[in-house]
């Protein structure tokens, strides 16, 4: 089975510094990968997606990930985070066919003044 | 447009007592539908997700089970709570092929008292 591994579980970062969380999944096949984003008190959002072609995907809000097949990584990164991004950042993952979509454990990120 | 219904929002029940959280999607048809549990610090469990009327895989043993009577309904179930079913309780649809996001309902906080 598949599963998806986020390593920071808490990050606090000041305004304006840099982002990059990091996810790792264990699937050999061909994968969707995802990051959604929980901002306090809101339901779950999608921030982008990758599923095929250029593996650096841009989301909403100027963040971006990179899918590197052969790290099996997905990391999200922001260049600088403000802080409005105070939020948990769920990764996830399926595979090809009706596999149920797979989440990490999150990372709180805290963006302080 | 499509939009996910899940109620109620809150929910305090006694040990022993049964339970029934119920989710509806509007505006599309045969989509996969999932039920989480979100707790701090685990992330979202998958804990039940379904491809179609009456097919159900179980992701996690415990003292829950699902149903899908109808083709947008999606019901989770227990005839007797234990104070360990406290959490926050989402569902989700996608569409019928795993390259598509998953939309998330605005959850079930559950106290098991």
């Known amino acids: 089975a598949q599963s998806v591994s986020q390593h920071n579980h808490h990050v606090i970062l000041s305004e304006a510094a840099s982002l990059e969380l990091g996810c790792n999944y264990s699937?050999?096949?061909?994968?969707?990968l995802f990051w959604y984003v929980q901002y306090p008190g809101q339901h779950l959002q999608l921030l982008l997606k990758?599923?095929?072609?250029?593996?650096l995907v841009k989301g909403i809000k100027g963040f971006e990930a990179e899918f590197i097949k052969s790290k099996f990584s997905f990391n999200l990164r922001k260049p600088s985070v403000q802080w409005s991004d105070t939020a948990e950042y769920f990764c996830a993952v399926s595979s090809s066919g009706n596999t149920p979509l797979v989440f990490g454990k999150g990372t709180r990120l805290s963006v302080i003044a | 447009s499509q939009t996910i219904h899940q109620w109620p929002a809150t929910l305090v029940q006694p040990v022993g007592s049964p339970l029934s959280l119920e989710c509806t999607v509007e505006g599309t048809s045969n989509p996969n539908l999932y039920w989480y549990r979100q707790a701090a610090g685990r992330g979202l469990q998958l804990l039940f997700y379904?491809?179609?009327?009456?097919?159900i895989s179980s992701e996690v043993p415990q003292n829950l089970s699902a149903s899908r009577p109808q083709d947008r309904q999606f019901i989770l179930s227990s005839k007797k709570l234990l104070l360990s079913d406290s959490g926050f309780y989402l569902c989700?649809?996608?569409?019928?092929?795993?390259?598509?996001?998953?939309?998330f309902g605005q959850g079930t906080r559950l106290t098991v008292v």
């Open positions: 699937y050999g096949g061909t994968v969707n």
């Open positions: 990758y599923f095929s072609g250029d593996p």
């Open positions: 989700a649809w996608n569409g019928g092929t795993a390259n598509t996001e998953a939309f």
């Open positions: 379904s491809v179609g009327i009456g097919q």
